[in-house]
């Protein structure tokens, strides 16, 4: 007779256990020969050798697909459980999804310019994704960036704002810098919510495996092996653009966000990415993305008052231009 301990590792147990423990007791019934003990982050095996191996490619096998899904149904145990089972078939199965949710329900590019940029994404090192409010594009990149966390394709994700209009407040309000810079960065926080389970968010925050951010935190470093994400980045000047930018290191991936008609800064012609979208176009390697107003995926009201504000600035600028001429 042997004896194994097998480690669960990035989940909580409980998913895999299920209330009660039925869902373990329905694994242990597939191993009849084998005496099972789960103990919090831990199952004891004992019995012969091949059996143990057997369970233990089979609880990889489970636990894989809960890393991956953020679930485990009854449904999808008992499939886990045929012998049958491939992850092959599994893979095929999740079609166009980027990740599953902390639901289960997957997470997919929903416009045709979000299926852009994942595609892009996959063949580019540095992506600047432009367009107006409600596009996706933000959340879109955290779930590529999520991906490839759980793909071990990178060892962390980055995710940054310049925090412009947090900026000669700061000092007035409670708390450390992360508690006075949490309320600004606080929609980078929403999407990970979605997408990653309360305790491993919090582990993986904790241990600096997911890092958020104000963009002046970036400077003097070298990010390698991460997934880097600047949000917001038409308020970034454009010696922070070009700051973050230097920031690339090996085997990283850079997204640049932003709605270059909401520029904060004092002179909207400082603004870092526009300036990049004319000088980094068609450098190989780098790909724009840019999102439009049938991008938008909010309230149907949003994609109105952003229409209203276009033809405002269109009749603002015809004026102008009258003006000019007279």
């Known amino acids: 007779m042997s004896e194994k301990i097998i480690y669960l590792e990035g989940i909580d147990p409980m998913m895999l256990y299920g209330i009660h423990n039925i869902a373990m007791e329905r694994i242990s019934g597939a191993f009849p020969k084998l005496k099972i003990i789960p103990r919090g982050n831990e199952i004891k095996v004992v019995g012969e050798p091949r059996e143990i191996r057997s369970f233990e490619e089979k609880i990889r096998e489970i636990l894989d697909f ?6 485990l149904s009854e449904e999808d145990l008992n499939e886990l459980l045929d012998a049958s089972y491939s992850t092959a078939k599994d893979k095929q199965d999740q079609g166009d999804t980027i990740i599953f949710g902390v639901d289960g329900q997957p997470i ?7 299926t852009r940029l994942v595609k892009v994404a996959a063949r580019n ?22 991906s490839a966390l759980k793909n071990r394709e990178v060892r962390r994700i980055i995710l940054t ?3 412009v209009e947090a900026g000669e407040h700061l000092g007035f309000l409670p708390g450390d810098v992360r508690d006075k810079l949490d ?3 606080q929609p980078l926080y929403d999407a990970l919510k979605d997408m990653v389970p309360f305790k491993k968010l919090s582990t993986y925050l904790e241990d600096e495996t ?33 700051m973050f930018l230097t920031r690339m290191g090996m085997n990283s991936k850079f997204i640049v966000t ?6 904060d800064l004092p002179r909207k012609r400082n603004s870092g990415l526009l300036q990049a979208m004319k000088i980094l176009e068609g ?3 780098i790909s724009i993305v840019q999102f439009g107003q049938e991008d938008i995926v909010r309230h149907p009201l949003v994609k109105d008052i952003v229409d209203a504000y276009e033809k405002e600035k269109d009749s603002k600028k015809e004026e102008e231009e009258k003006e000019e001429n007279d």
Do not use: S, W
């Open 183 to 185: 309320p600004y960065l």
């Open 125 to 146: 090192d540095l992506i600047l994704a432009i367009g107006p409010a409600g596009t996706g594009k933000t959340y879109t990149a955290i779930a590529l960036a999520v």
């Open 66 to 71: 809960i890393h991956h899904h953020n679930t």
């Open 258 to 263: 932003g709605d270059v008609t909401q520029i």
């Open 283 to 285: 450098i190989p390697g």
């Open 210 to 242: 997911i890092q958020i951010a104000p963009l002046a935190f970036m400077r003097g470093r070298t990010l390698e092996n991460a997934f880097v994400i600047l949000d917001e980045g038409q308020n970034a000047t454009v010696n922070q653009l070009k």
């Open 108 to 114: 997919k590019a929903r416009t045709v310019n979000q």
């Open 161 to 163: 704002r310049p925090a």
